[in-house]
């Protein structure tokens, strides 16, 4: 089993469009969870942050839930510019382990 | 601000050479580390160093070896390269302590044939 598991898509949805994503991760002593956006052929860049109470940022919304050991992300409104694969990523005592991404294509 | 830089950004090497891929970072971060992704993989952790003079294995380590050779740069080489090595290689770093947010490189395209 994968330490982080994401479902890969692809997800195609138009403009306007709310689409959320999940990722379960296997060590429960995982201290720290991010998602992470990677367009095509660039590096991987920092989103957003999840904490356990929640968080968002404008139309971004991240929840974590420790005792299932799951992460999601939600995005409302969907641009174009959305359009990209999104990592979920876990940290634990300086090993950061990556999901395998979900890619994300918003359509006009 | 130059960030995290790869050296370089692309390489073509027959199976059975030896290369080195370079990383420096200029943001005084501790703790570096070294990526491959390949499709439908995601990223894999190779080696990272917690800090300079230290080392660690990843998930993926056989093939491999690193150097960190000083707090700035991370070396990740090649001895004897296969084609099931061929893949995007990214090297990344992060400050220790506080939030463990991670800077990536462009990337190191290689293909061995």
């Known amino acids: 089993r994968k330490e982080v598991e994401q479902d890969p898509g692809p997800f195609n949805v138009p403009e306007g469009a709310t689409v959320a994503f999940n990722c379960t991760y296997s060590?429960?002593?995982?201290?720290?969870f991010f998602w992470y956006r990677q367009d095509c052929r660039k590096e991987p860049k920092l989103l957003m942050s999840?904490?356990?109470s929640g968080n968002e940022d404008g139309r971004f919304t991240a929840q974590l839930n420790r005792a299932s050991q799951y992460i999601s992300l939600l995005i409302r409104d969907s641009k174009l510019s959305d359009s990209a694969t999104y990592l979920c990523?876990?940290?634990?005592?300086?090993?950061?382990?990556f999901g395998a991404g979900t890619r994300l294509t918003v359509k006009p | 601000n130059a960030g995290v830089t790869q050296t370089p950004k692309f390489q073509v090497l027959k199976t059975g050479q030896s290369m080195t891929l370079q990383c420096a970072q200029d943001?005084?971060?501790?703790?570096m580390y070294w990526y491959r992704q390949d499709p439908g993989m995601g990223l894999r952790l190779i080696y990272y160093?917690?800090?300079?003079?230290?080392?660690d294995k990843g998930e993926v380590p056989n093939g491999y070896n690193v150097s960190r050779l000083n707090k700035r740069e991370f070396s990740l080489r090649l001895e004897s390269a296969a084609p099931s090595q061929t893949s995007v290689y990214f090297c990344?770093?992060?400050?220790?302590?506080?939030?463990?947010?991670?800077?990536f490189g462009q990337g190191t395209r290689l293909t061995v044939v």
């Open positions: 160093s917690a800090s300079e003079g230290t080392t």
């Open positions: 943001m005084n971060h501790n703790s």
């Open positions: 990344a770093s992060r400050v220790a302590g506080g939030t463990p947010e991670a800077f």
């Open positions: 999840v904490y356990s």
């Open positions: 990523v876990v940290w634990s005592n300086n090993d950061m382990r």
């Open positions: 060590n429960s002593a995982s201290q720290s």
